[in-house]
């Protein structure tokens, strides 16, 4: 658990949010980052890395993850703090701050408050298995830092995009046996990774469970003793693995921010225009996640709304100093 003191907690590492450091970085202002993701770029990384994007200005075409990579090297000189892998849970008011806990135990306590959640945290989609979070981070996992833990281990892959055919080749390199599971006969993966998982199928490297679900999970304390699965006729097979990893994508929430007493209408949180703040005093809301008439969902939208929301943050951490306004050429880049 760590206390961490900033000027703005930003809650979102996507492209607003992070253009968001930049913007604060300039008016003197320290942040810090909360994201549920691994990496950083919210829907740019999660969905869409190497599409181009052709409405970003003076970028005449630009792949999302190059845009990413571009702003994190913009916000690099502001040293700003990034915690990754956690979601802002409660919200508590103190009398000139706000102090935020994540769902790793991180208090963050700051002046002000940026939301830039988009359609909400990022979280992987969860087979519904009763018991499943009992599993979870000791025998399942819903992505893979480390695959040495699965070395000559008996591992079951379920899903039938991409991640679970890539980690299906990758990891029958080194496991005892993988076991890949579908409820189709058809994968949606790209076609030339499909022929290579049937090839390690001929080579009895992977056994293929297909079309079959998930039906339970067996074990205790967090290990897997066994899991069952069944097919469309309901026949079940008893599968005996280490480990279990359900590839079945993301999804967002915008979680427990709904209960902080923030107007909202759909997910989407209300500001007002001029300034990008909520109905709570010091708690501010732009990109993907806010809303006010003639509002475009577009990432140029959101840059000129981190902007926007700087300044008024500025406003509510110095009340006592004057915002003197200076273009980028004038001042150039204020190094925290
Ligand atoms: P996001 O990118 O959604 O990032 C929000 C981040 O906040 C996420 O990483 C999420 O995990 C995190 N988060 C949310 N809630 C929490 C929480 N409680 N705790 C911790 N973290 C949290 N826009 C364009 O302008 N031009 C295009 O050409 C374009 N093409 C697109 C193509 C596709 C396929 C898609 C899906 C979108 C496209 N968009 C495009 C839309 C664009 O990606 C979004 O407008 C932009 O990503 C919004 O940025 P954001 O930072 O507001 O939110």
């Not at 040495?148 to 892959?157: C, G, H, L, M, P």
């Not at 790209?190 to 469970?209: A, F, R, S």
């Not at 304390?221 to 008893?238: P, Q, R, S, T």
């Not at 010091?282 to 709304?305: Q, R, W």
Request: net charge positive; proline share 5%; hydrophobic share 35%.
């Amino acid at each position: 658990m760590k206390k961490i003191n900033t000027d703005v907690l930003i809650i979102g590492a996507g492209p607003v949010g992070l253009f968001t450091v930049f913007e604060l970085g300039q008016l003197g202002m320290k942040s810090c980052v909360v994201d549920s993701l691994e990496n950083i770029g919210g829907q740019c990384t999660a969905l869409y890395p190497d599409k181009p994007i052709y409405d970003i200005p003076a970028y005449p075409s630009v792949t999302a993850g190059e845009l990413i990579n571009n702003l994190k090297k913009q916000i690099d000189p502001f040293k700003p703090i990034l915690l990754m892998n956690q979601k802002v849970n409660e919200l508590k008011k103190h009398k000139d701050f706000y102090s935020v806990k994540t769902s790793t135990n991180n208090i963050i306590e700051s002046k002000c408050i940026i939301i830039a959640a988009g359609n909400g945290a990022f979280g992987p989609n969860k087979p519904p298995l009763k018991n499943i979070d009992s599993f979870e981070n000791k025998t399942i996992f819903y992505h893979i830092r480390d695959k040495s833990k699965f070395r000559k281990k008996t591992v079951a892959i379920a899903g039938g995009g991409d991640s679970a055919v890539d980690w299906a080749i990758e990891l029958s390199k080194t496991s005892k046996k993988i076991f890949f599971i579908h409820r189709r006969n058809k994968l949606r993966a790209i076609p030339q990774n499909v022929e290579v998982l049937y090839d390690l199928e001929n080579e009895g490297k992977i056994e293929m469970m297909i079309p079959y679900q998930l039906d339970s999970i067996e074990g205790k304390n967090g290990i897997i003793d066994h899991l069952i699965i069944k097919n469309m006729d309901e026949e079940k097979k008893k599968l005996e693995v280490d480990y279990f990893l359900p590839f079945f994508g993301l999804s967002t929430n915008l979680g427990p921010i709904k209960d902080w007493e923030l107007e909202l209408e759909k997910n989407i949180l209300k500001v007002k225009q001029e300034t990008c703040e909520t109905n709570l005093n010091g708690i501010f809301a732009i990109g993907d996640v806010c809303s006010y008439p003639g509002k475009l969902k577009l990432i140029l939208t959101g840059f000129s709304e981190a902007a926007i929301a700087s300044h008024n943050c500025f406003n509510k951490i110095n009340p006592e100093k004057t915002l003197h306004f200076e273009y980028s050429t004038t001042k150039g880049i204020n190094k925290l």
